[in-house]
């Protein structure tokens, strides 16, 4: 993308209305627009992210072996009167009347609406187990939308719904969640750490929360300093093997690490040592819950088993914050000049700027370089501007691009091109073909 046919609305001034660095940061970036409260419209940058962010879910989900769909944001009243939750869920629900009288509402979650497709489909023991999710706009009426797209109304989240024969297929459904969701936050360069956690409105016995360390994070939580020496890497799980799966859950959540709400100062005295407790905020950026046949009772979502019993189905849901991850990855990732995206969410791979626009040879040069870069299946940002170089320097800085290569006329005269790394801010020389060799390796790797 050229810079100059792009839209790309930076903003000088910071933002008054912004309270924390994320929020601040994309609106400056030109990333989103506030709408009205918690709803955001998505520029185009920071629409790119969205996607990266939602395509490595997409990618995560599928390996686990869950299947995508896609429900309505518009559900009808009648299914939440079948689980009885129409009343309980209170004002966070946004309830509206079609031209018929009929009650609807904007769905804050899906569980009503995927037990009414299972139950209409799915009769026998041999079609399970079966996880079916979607990445879908949410509406909860928060009453402090705030922080941007960390607390908005409207929301993206992705949820997944398993049903299983019992407890323990439903728990090894459970445990394949909490892997992917591992893998999932470290791809976007992420920490997220697994919480014992209450289980709220939906209802539940087993849960975990996934928390990104951060100071502006709403959740006071509590943990054992050793989990964050935890990393998941690049390590192949069998999604199938139970034992695969139960081992990577009792790996990392078998440390102290709770939230508030289920934090106990004695236990934690108890089993962490002192210079390992910590006491520290962070951003809540999923969730798994196991929560039995709670729905399948109440809407009567039964299978025969082998046996040839009628049984209530064993279900849980997944959820990630898929919006509020933009949030939560600038919290984690970011200087005094800007956003550093991870390679993983970038909007675009690299940014080349052209230190003297106009200038034949600068401008043949970072020609060449951008079609070079898009024949190596890489997206560059090329600031084409008429700006002065300092400029041009902030803008990408600001954006938060992880790569920037650098043309000018004094190092063509040598041949280079020079390579900086938006993180270390360290920068070398090269020519502009091992430039982009390079950058393709990182991102083979990343
Ligand atoms: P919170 O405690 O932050 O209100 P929740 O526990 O009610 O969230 P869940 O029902 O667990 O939310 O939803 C799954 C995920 O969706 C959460 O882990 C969070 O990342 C995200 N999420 C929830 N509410 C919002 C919101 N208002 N704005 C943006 N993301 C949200
Ligand atoms: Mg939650």
């Known amino acids: ?21 994320s929020h601040r ?10 709408a009205s409260a918690g709803i955001y419209s998505w520029l185009p940058l920071g629409y790119r992210v969205l996607r990266r962010i939602e395509e490595i879910v997409h990618q995560e989900q599928v390996r686990a072996g869950h299947i995508p769909m896609l429900m309505p944001t518009l559900q009808s009243a009648d299914l939440w009167r079948e689980s009885g939750r129409y009343e309980d869920y209170g004002e966070e629900m946004l309830r509206i009347t079609d031209r018929h009288g009929r009650d609807m509402l904007y769905g804050p979650t899906n569980e009503e609406l995927i037990t009414d497709i299972f139950r209409a489909h799915v009769a026998s023991y ?33 949820d997944g719904y398993n049903f299983d024969i019992d407890r323990d297929a439903a728990l090894h459904a459970y445990n394949r969640h909490l892997v992917s969701y591992l893998r999932t936050y470290e791809r976007m360069g992420l920490q997220a750490i697994p919480m014992r956690a209450e289980s709220g409105p939906i209802g539940g016995d087993d849960t975990h929360e996934f928390l990104v360390l951060a100071d502006t994070g709403e959740s006071e939580v509590f943990y054992d300093s050793a989990i964050t020496d935890l990393r998941f890497g690049d390590r192949s799980v069998d999604y199938d093997s139970v034992s695969e799966c139960q081992a990577v859950l009792e790996e990392f959540t078998s440390r102290y690490a709770r939230t508030d709400d289920t934090h106990d100062e004695a236990a934690f005295n ?62 984690a990732s970011h200087d005094d000049k800007g956003i550093i995206w991870p390679e993983g969410v970038t909007p675009f791979h690299a940014g080349i700027v052209n230190l003297k626009q106009g200038d034949s040879a600068a401008d043949a040069a970072c020609d060449a370089l951008y079609q070079a870069l898009i024949a190596k299946g890489l997206e560059p940002l090329y600031d084409d501007r008429d700006e002065r170089a300092g400029a041009k320097f902030a803008t990408m800085d600001l954006i938060g691009l992880p790569w920037r290569i650098t043309v000018g006329p004094r190092g063509l005269a040598k041949g280079v091109v020079e390579l900086t790394s938006r993180r270390t801010g360290e920068s070398e020389e090269l020519s502009a073909e091992a430039a982009v060799d390079r950058l393709a390796q990182i991102y083979a790797d990343a």
Request: hydrophobic share 40%; charged share 30%; aromatic share 8%.
């Open 1 to 21: 993308m050229r810079l100059t046919r792009y839209f790309l609305p930076v903003l000088k001034e910071t933002p008054s209305e912004a309270q924390i660095v």
């Open 25 to 34: 940061l994309m609106l400056r970036a030109g990333m989103i627009k506030q």
């Open 126 to 158: 041999k079609d399970l187990p079966l996880t079916l999710y979607h990445i879908q706009w949410k509406f909860r009426d928060e009453v402090r939308p705030r922080f941007g797209v960390m607390r908005g109304r409207e929301f993206l989240m992705k």
């Open 270 to 331: 108890a089993q962490v040592p002192e210079e390992r407790r910590r006491r520290a905020r962070g951003i809540e950026v999923g969730q798994i819950f196991y929560f039995g046949t709670k729905y399948s009772e109440a809407m009567g979502a039964v299978v025969v088993n082998d046996k040839g019993e009628r049984v209530p189905v064993h279900m849980g849901s997944h959820g990630i914050g898929v919006s509020r991850l933009l949030g939560a990855i600038i919290e």
